[in-house]
């Protein structure tokens, strides 16, 4: 850093799939950037996942721009440890301006009509920022009346590592979305468990999975944008039914109970005087944006959410949001959804104004695609 020019038309905070996206369509606009990120290897959050978490995509639905991803052995979903191996071929093949091991602390107004980005090796000047640092470091678990009490194991979904440590347990498993539904399937091989939903849990039919999710979503915002209705991903269910979660549902894993309303000491506890005495709960409740760099620029909405038109802010026209939910973009939570040439229009827009005549800088390296 210390030897790198500072100032530069864009920097990407994030190196996911996400980021990694966003820098395949700066580097084809020849733009001058580097993208920063914390993590010490490619891969993003996909490496601090559980072993057995599966896409919702078979492989060919969920590739980014430039790159397909090979299909998982014997076909189907894709593990953690591909999604691993398949964005680390992706930076090696591309060769993006990387910088690892690089904590962004802040995001100001900076000289000359810049954003200063602040790391702790020194700072950034951009024209443009893309914010892409997902949602993976911040997960959400909600209050419960007594939930400091609990002698028990709490952890969220971003602290499984599989269900080895649960043996001889009895397991309370919250939440009704996929990721409960993935890790509800394999815990209740080896331990008793109990599903608990705010809501009864609604699996999508088999041939359901996400690139039809993704479809769906795209042709809900497009109506949206033209001010007519269409039927959202809601309207289907909630679960993708990958193997895994068929085979729970089919030997009769994925009976779901009411949501408790209080935690005891010894488990949880219902409105109706229930209670059920358990040795550890798994928070599946899911996570919240990561964008406390962004702090400084003061745009957040009363919801926590930083207003958009698409993924640009609304509050901040030089500084672009990607992947952190559908609200700055269909389906932009999703592998496939982060930087499609007509799914997100945030990449083009970023890359279109800030690129200069000479291009990338010299030393910028990469963005050359390898075999």
Not at 197 to 213: F, I, M
Not at 289 to 299: K, Q, T, V
Not at 327 to 340: D, E, F, M, Q, V
Request: aromatic share 6%.
């Amino acid at each position: 850093m210390t030897d790198a020019p500072r100032a530069v038309d864009v920097v990407v905070i994030g190196g996911g799939q996400a980021g990694l996206a966003a820098g395949y369509h700066l580097c084809r606009a020849k733009a001058d950037f580097v993208i920063l990120d914390v993590q010490h290897e490619p891969g993003g959050a996909w490496r601090h996942a559980w072993p057995s978490l599966r896409l919702s995509s078979p492989a060919q639905y969920s590739s980014l721009p430039g790159r397909m991803m090979s299909s998982a052995p014997g076909g189907g979903y894709p593990g953690a440890a591909e999604v691993v191996a398949y964005l680390s071929d992706y930076e090696r093949r591309h060769e993006p301006p990387v910088i690892r091991s690089s904590t962004v602390q802040a995001v100001r107004q900076g000289e000359g009509g810049r954003l200063a980005v602040e790391t702790r090796a020194g700072t950034w000047q951009a024209r443009v920022v893309i914010s892409a640092t997902g949602t993976w470091w911040r997960p959400s678990v909600p209050h419960y009346p007594g939930i400091g009490d609990f002698t028990g194991r709490q952890l969220h979904t971003a602290g499984y590592d599989g269900p080895e440590t649960f043996h001889g347990k009895n397991v309370v498993i919250v939440g009704g979305g996929n990721s409960a539904a993935q890790i509800l399937a394999e815990v209740s091989t080896v331990v008793e468990t109990t599903w608990v939903t705010s809501r009864p849990p609604r699996l999508l039919p088999d041939e359901v999975d996400g690139r039809a999710l993704f479809d769906l979503a795209t042709r809900r915002h497009q109506a949206a944008l033209a001010g007519e209705s269409a039927t959202g991903i809601g309207d289907l269910g909630d679960i993708v039914a990958v193997p895994a979660v068929r085979e729970a549902r089919d030997r009769g894993a994925l009976k779901a109970e009411p949501m408790f309303t209080r935690i005891t000491p010894e488990g949880v506890a219902w409105s109706d005087g229930t209670t059920l005495a358990c040795d550890a709960i798994v928070w599946c409740t899911g996570f919240r944006p990561a964008f406390g760099h962004l702090a400084p620029l003061r745009l957040r909405g009363a919801d926590g959410l930083i207003p958009t038109d698409g993924t640009r802010a609304l509050g901040e026209p030089r500084l672009h949001l990607l992947g952190y939910g559908d609200w700055s973009g269909p389906a932009s939570a999703t592998l496939i959804g982060r930087c499609g040439s007509e799914r997100n229009r945030g990449c083009r827009r970023a890359t279109g104004s800030p690129v200069r005549a000479g291009g990338r800088r010299p030393d910028a390296g990469g963005c050359r695609p390898r075999a």
